[in-house]
């Protein structure tokens, strides 16, 4: 498919969302590389798990096939114990273009008892679970067009098997929530979240890699060589106990609020994707009865008014309050009082930013805010838009309508950059950004609630 039948669905009337579909179109069209999306050319030229599966929600709106194919070539990397692996490397690029690369995770030979593809090679880390949620938006874009080409049929079982994965191997908690077993799976990478049990890591020294991220990005915006060291110690660990979750050592092992909303909304979707199949949806609902309820048992802080990380060496909540805390309210049947509370943190002094509406990742009052660096204060754009989607799903419509005309505004400004720091709007991080583009395509095509799954199992699912 070329590029301009891109940009041949019905497109917003009004010029400035027009300047801006074209805008978004015009990134995503760039970072495709032939099957898939990368996040950026230049800071991560591979592709990336949950990334892809917020590209494919907005490459919807552009090419439902392009969508389709973003998502499946993803699900073709899948291990044959169910994960879905973080990264999937690009063969034609040399090993310098991105670090960790393949020499480092060895999946095909470190990971081949654990089922890891032999063709292609990928990290033996996970990412959050968007991606039956994902699936389910494409094929709601062109129901006609995804039963004629037995989409859902084909990524069911895999979808099916990801959070078996999930929900069986990486319970290490044993209080059915999943586990994240290294800063990079939750997606937020130096989040002061995992600051304490960080400090349990004795870093891997800094002559023993090259980071290439430096090569591209401000050392301002990015981690630390002292994060790095650590984050390159776990992910050694973990490949050298061949990717096997019984096995590994799992130094740093946390329950991540976000990380598990995200599951029991794809529990959701995939429920509401096995129905339109003909098939029972009943497990899929009551697993994400079942993960809400843990939710709330687990994370939910009601003095601070968000959930909360729980660290699994010590048993105990991480007292930092960070946005992973906050995108929960994604979860439809959560208590009365618990939406409240979240929209009053929301709204409060610790996530209302100066310049942006778009959420700062990490309290703005917190110990370790810093409004440039990663992970650790800068607004996201996929943050926003779980968020705002979260909103929307509780009737909260005013705060969306806000939120979503701000995402658009700084997305369109910024250059579709990676994230913005929150005291003053400013861009930050790589430009060209693919999930910034996808997301902005899917609030312009979609300012109501019209595509939740959650909708569908609205009786099924409350808990
Ligand atoms: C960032 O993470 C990668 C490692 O996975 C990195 O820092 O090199 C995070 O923002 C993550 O959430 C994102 O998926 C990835 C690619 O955009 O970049």
């Known amino acids: 498919m070329n590029s301009p039948d891109l940009l041949d669905r019905p497109a917003p009337a009004a010029p400035a969302d027009l300047t801006l579909r074209r805008g978004a179109a015009r990134v995503l069209i760039d970072n495709w590389t032939g099957a898939s999306t990368v996040p950026s050319r230049t800071l991560y030229p591979h592709q990336w798990s949950w990334d892809s599966a917020f590209v494919a929600i907005g490459l919807r709106h552009l090419s439902v096939r392009r969508a389709q194919r ?40 470190a990971g081949r008892a654990a089922g890891a593809p032999s063709a292609t090679e990928t990290s033996g880390i996970v990412q959050p679970p968007v991606h039956a949620l994902a699936a389910w938006l494409v094929h709601r874009a ?45 997606g937020m990478d130096n989040s002061p979240c995992w600051d304490r049990a960080l400090q349990r890591i004795e870093p891997s020294p800094p002559d023993t890699f090259r980071r290439a991220d430096l090569d591209h990005g401000h050392p301002a915006d990015r981690p630390t060589d002292l994060d790095y060291g650590r984050y390159v110690r776990l992910a050694t ?62 994370l939910w802080d009601a003095e601070a008014g968000l959930f909360r990380v729980r660290d699994l060496h010590t048993g105990a909540h991480v007292d930092e309050a960070s946005v992973s805390g906050l995108v929960p309210l994604l979860v439809p049947h959560l208590p009365a009082d618990v939406v409240r ?78 994230y913005v ?43």
């Open 341 to 418: 509370s979240l929209h009053a943190t929301l709204t409060g002094a610790r996530f209302s930013a100066p310049a942006t509406r778009l959420v700062p990742s990490y309290d703005l009052t917190g110990r370790a805010f810093d409004p440039t660096r990663y992970w650790r204060g800068p607004a996201w754009f996929n943050t926003a838009w779980l968020i705002e989607r979260g909103l929307r799903t509780h009737g909260l419509t005013r705060d969306a309508d806000v939120l979503r005309a701000d995402f658009l505004a700084r997305a369109g400004r910024s250059g579709f950059a990676e």
């Open 237 to 298: 660990e973990y490949r050298d106990a061949g990717y096997d979750d019984r096995a590994a050592p799992h130094r740093f092992a946390v329950e991540d609020p976000s990380f598990n909303a995200l599951l029991a909304v794809s529990e959701l979707a995939l429920a509401a994707l096995s129905r339109e199949l003909g098939l029972p949806g009943e497990r899929h609902t009551e697993r994400a009865s079942a993960l809400t309820r843990a939710l709330v048992d687990r």
């Open 70 to 109: 973003e998502l499946e070539s993803l699900l073709a990397a899948q291990w044959a114990d169910g994960r879905v692996p973080h990264i999937v490397f690009n063969p034609a690029l040399p090993h310098g273009a991105y670090f960790p690369s393949p020499d480092f995770w060895r999946s095909s030979t």
């Open 142 to 186: 062109d129901p006609d067009e995804s039963r004629r080409r037995g989409f859902l049929a084909r990524v069911r079982p895999r979808l099916a098997a990801w959070h078996d994965y999930l929900l069986d191997r990486r319970d290490l908690g044993g209080g059915g929530l999943a586990a994240v077993v290294h800063p990079w799976e939750p």
């Open 421 to 463: 720091d929150p005291a003053t709007g400013a861009a930050r991080g790589t430009r060209h950004f693919s999930w910034t583009a996808a997301l902005a395509l899917d609030l312009l095509a979609t300012a109501g609630p019209a595509d939740h799954p959650e909708r569908h199992d609205a009786t099924e699912a409350r808990t």
